[in-house]
């Protein structure tokens, strides 16, 4: 007897919401300094520098909020997570 084996594409389709870009959002509050803002982005997010987070810093100031990663959502949710626990006021995540 011989058996059938079917295998699924691992590929998932368009608005499945795993692997479309997930968007962790920042939003300009009242109680965090730029230095802080900077430190948290570059300790949590991958590539991040001190410098880059104090330009991210200076962009959430001046326009209210800023896309900090866009990607996966599983790593979207841990960086999300990770920003939240440092102090910084974040924008629920946002798929596009």
Do not use: C
């Not at 870009?21 to 991958?46: E, Q």
């Amino acid at each position: 007897m011989a058996t059938l084996v079917i295998e699924r594409s691992s590929t998932r389709g368009p608005g499945s919401g795993i692997d479309d870009n997930w968007h962790v959002v920042v939003l300009n509050d009242d109680h965090n300094t730029f230095d802080g803002v900077a430190r948290a982005l570059s300790r949590v997010l991958p590539g991040v520098s001190y410098e880059r987070g104090m330009a991210l810093a200076h962009k959430i100031h001046n326009t209210g909020r800023a896309t900090v990663w866009s990607g996966p959502r599983e790593p979207a949710e841990l960086y999300w997570e990770q920003l939240r626990a440092a102090g910084l006021t974040m924008a629920p995540l946002e798929q596009g």
